[in-house]
T-cell receptor
Framework: AQSVAQPEDQVNVAEGNPLTVKCTYSVSGNPYLFWYVQYPNRGLQFLLKYITGDNLVKGSYGFEAEFNKSQTSFHLKKPSALVSDSALYFCAVRSFNDYKLSFGAGTTVTVRA | DTGVSQDPRHKITKRGQNVTFRCDPISEHNRLYWYRQTLGQGPEFLTYFQNEAQLEKSRLLSDRFSAERPKGSFSTLEIQRTEQGDSAMYLC?????????????FGPGTRLTVL
């Protein structure tokens, strides 16, 4: 079985401050990890992924994520948040030989001006 | 590249009616997935296809649900005898085998409301 936990329902930050959205996972074998963002009444947009290699992954719109195998975490980060980053963020995991994604419940990010 | 498209974007129906949704994946993507998302939750896997073969179905997919991908291109998801509990956003995604990590790209979704 595979699963994702996003421990924070909401994250509130001021514009220009660093943003972190937390994610921990459980999966058999090596994980494939993904972050998606969802705007109201829209589908999910892919931000970044970790498959193998460097533990720090860079993605779209200035986002990055750090894979930590010992802590089974894959936290999403942005050094300087923008108001336009306000959205719902999902972490997802799959194993090497299982193509379906398992998603966390999501974290709502609000960036105030 | 055009993205994944879904039709309709919104569907309101009465309990007991049948509904059908369509998904057009990114061209040349051989894998196609269906997920369901309810309010306040992350998407939950329903089923996926590789080309025209349906390779896995979730236990969430009751016998009232059926999905097809007849020519390995677009897919349809039909719900028979809809129930109020079927109200949700139905998301379609596609990916390319061998693309690093098989990244899934999602469509805008079809929001179903069952009255």
């Amino acid at each position: 079985a595979q699963s994702v936990a996003q421990p924070e329902d909401q994250v509130n930050v001021a514009e220009g401050n660093p943003l972190t959205v937390k994610c921990t996972y459980s999966v058999s074998g090596n994980p494939y990890l993904f972050w998606y963002v969802q705007y109201p009444n829209r589908g999910l947009q892919f931000l970044l992924k970790y498959i193998t290699g460097d533990n720090l992954v860079k993605g779209s719109y200035g986002f990055e994520a750090e894979f930590n195998k010992s802590q089974t975490s894959f936290h999403l980060k942005k050094p300087s948040a923008l108001v336009s980053d306000s959205a719902l963020y999902f972490c997802a995991v799959r194993s090497f030989n299982d193509y379906k994604l398992s998603f966390g419940a999501g974290t709502t990010v609000t960036v105030r001006a | 590249d055009t993205g994944v498209s879904q039709d309709p974007r919104h569907k309101i129906t009465k309990r007991g009616q049948n509904v059908t949704f369509r998904c057009d994946p990114i061209s040349e993507h051989n894998r196609l997935y269906w997920y369901r998302q309810t309010l306040g939750q992350g998407p939950e896997f329903l089923t996926y296809f590789q080309n025209e073969a349906q390779l896995e179905k979730s236990r969430l997919l009751s016998d009232r649900f059926s999905a097809e991908r007849p020519k390995g291109s677009f897919s349809t998801l039909e719900i028979q005898r809809t129930e109020q509990g079927d109200s949700a956003m139905y998301l379609c995604a596609s990916s390319l085998t061998g693309g690093a990590g098989d990244t899934q790209y999602f469509g805008p979704g079809t929001r179903l409301t069952v009255l």
